[in-house]
């Protein structure tokens, strides 16, 4: 007899979470057993990133991680299924958070608030259909400009998101401005209730200021050990307030040889609440090692 295999939904960002594109060592069999875990049958990945597609597709080969089978991209605004190979958009999604904006395009909202103090658009490849992204300064005036942006859009009768995020390696403010529907959380929650993947067999993970949202809320939730202190800090806060302490696991490392950082995190945190994970990653033969 064997007991009924529950299906795992992993639920993870891509830089500094995944890859291991910060400035803290990686371990060298983190990334071997997180391709391991999500090659087990049970085991649905998805990945959700500020990236676009085109440049998920880049880290995967670049970093040889898995090809996953869903993909919550552009901080939450678009929802693809992978399958044999191809893509497909989900177009329920982008019809749902499309309301939060009125039918607006980012264009109009972009004119809204133009002005403001500090704000630099970027690139065109950075925008998206249902995300309009500047950059800011490191020291930009958060409070005060994040209430006179959103007094603005209330004013107009846009319900928007504004995630401010500090790039460590540039040192530059990250400002997206999305649909308030179109959250990584409730991108997770939808494919949840969709694919039926349960609040216990479903674990994300992330890194930085704009996985706060995803990672203090009602789901499982881990913090990789490269965190910065502020990130840490601003997390444990946040999820004490709304009482969901519980739900928040910090990886610290010291954990089968690996520490903490990056992939080896999100096995760790995975772990915390789905013990029975490690033996689908713990045995050497699982594992596909290239030589560098
Ligand atoms: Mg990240």
Redo the contacts with the bound molecule.
């Keep these: 007899m064997s007991e009924p295999i529950q299906p795992i939904l992993i639920c993870t960002?891509?830089?500094?979470?995944l890859l291991p594109n910060g400035s803290q060592p990686e371990s060298p069999l983190a990334r071997p057993r997180f391709r391991a875990l999500a090659a087990a049958p049970n085991v649905s990945v998805a990945y959700v990133t500020g990236r676009h597609r085109e440049l998920v597709m880049d880290a995967i080969a670049e970093y040889d991680i898995p090809v996953p089978e869903f993909l919550i991209g552009d901080v939450g605004t678009s929802i693809y299924r992978i399958q044999d190979g191809t893509w497909t958009r989900w177009p329920e999604w982008a019809k749902h958070i499309g309301e939060s904006w009125g039918g607006k395009t980012p264009d109009a909202l972009a004119a809204l608030i133009d002005d403001v103090d500090g704000l630099l658009l970027q690139e065109p490849a950075k925008q998206g259909p249902f995300k309009l992204s500047y950059y800011t300064p490191q020291d930009w005036d958060r409070p005060a400009l994040l209430a006179e942006i959103g007094q603005r859009f209330d004013a107009q009768g846009i319900d928007a998101n504004l995630i401010w995020s500090l790039d460590e390696h540039t040192g530059t403010g990250l400002l997206d401005v999305l649909p308030a529907a179109a959250s990584k959380q409730h991108a997770i929650e939808f494919l949840m209730a969709r694919q039926g993947f349960s609040h216990e067999g479903t674990v994300c993970a992330?890194?930085?200021g704009?996985?706060l949202a995803m990672l203090t809320g009602p789901l499982q939730a881990v913090l990789v050990a490269n965190a910065t202190s502020d990130v840490r800090a601003d997390a444990t806060a946040l999820a004490e307030t709304a009482g969901l302490g519980h739900l928040l696991y910090q990886a610290r490392g010291d954990f089968h040889g690996m520490n903490g950082c990056y992939s080896a995190g999100i096995l760790e945190g995975v772990a915390h609440y789905l013990p029975d994970t490690v033996g689908l990653w713990s045995d050497p033969s699982l594992l596909r090692i290239e030589p560098d």
Excluded: I
């Excluded at 960002?13 to 979470?17: A, F, G, H, M």
């Design positions: 960002d891509l830089d500094r979470t992330g890194d930085s704009n996985d």
